[in-house]
């Protein structure tokens, strides 16, 4: 009898622990501390991930429900990835706009890229001179291509340090501040909601960088 009981005693342990694992280890329960404490501060923060490349999934759905969209990148490889994917595609029906600012690749600013060049060579020994130039031209081109059947999606490039990633929706505001010693997708992501302080200088943060940008069919050739 007593083996009876110790039995269920442990299976009942065992299926409980299993249960509270889990419960940890779900993403909704990762992210409630945070909101929880986010509804105490107001700072309107609704989710975060230590790393930027790991909340692609949920930006991707964030994207697919938006009705504008504004991003501030670097090199913006992610724009041509699956997290966006959607958004050009539906970009003459369910959006209303798209915004994508990108630093300009031409001699102009090659001072900033230079330096960003140098942090990137010193943890990724193939980064040639010139690569980064290369890469966001490639991106240039492949959102200009998108935007000539799209009237919706408009492209400019800035000429000044870049040290953050900023994808604005009409809901949430996705922040990611790049490290001098790690590439951008695997730095911290903070998700604000659009009812918060941090949202909002999310929001400004393009809106001013916007302003100042040069549309791609302005720029000096």
Not at 146 to 171: G, P
Not at 177 to 186: E, F, K, L, P, W
């Amino acid at each position: 009898m007593a083996g009876f009981v110790l039995g269920v005693v442990s299976s009942l342990a065992a299926t409980a622990l299993t249960v509270v694992v889990g419960w940890i280890g779900s993403k909704r329960m990762r992210h409630w501390p945070v909101a929880a404490l986010s509804k105490v501060t107001g700072l309107g923060i609704l989710r975060s991930y230590p790393q930027q490349k790991l909340a692609n999934l949920d930006l991707s759905t964030d994207l697919a429900s938006a009705r504008w969209v504004k991003v501030l990148t670097g090199r913006g490889n992610e724009l041509t990835r699956d997290s966006f994917r959607q958004t050009w595609e539906e970009a003459d029906s369910r959006l209303e706009c798209v915004q994508i600012l990108l630093p300009d690749p031409d001699p102009g600013a090659a001072s900033f890229l230079a330096a960003r060049e140098t942090e990137i060579r010193r943890y990724d020994a193939g980064y040639r001179t010139g690569l980064l130039s290369e890469q966001i031209r490639s991106n240039i081109g492949y959102i200009s291509t998108v935007a000539s059947k799209r009237h919706h999606i408009k492209l400019r490039v800035f000429d000044f340090q870049q040290v953050c990633r900023v994808v604005v929706t009409d809901r949430v505001a996705y922040f990611t501040t790049y490290s001098g010693s790690d590439h951008g997708r695997n730095c911290p992501c903070i998700v604000f909601g659009n009812a918060g302080p941090l949202y909002d200088f999310a929001l400004r943060m393009f809106n001013v960088t916007w302003e100042r940008a040069i549309p791609v069919s302005n720029r000096r050739s």
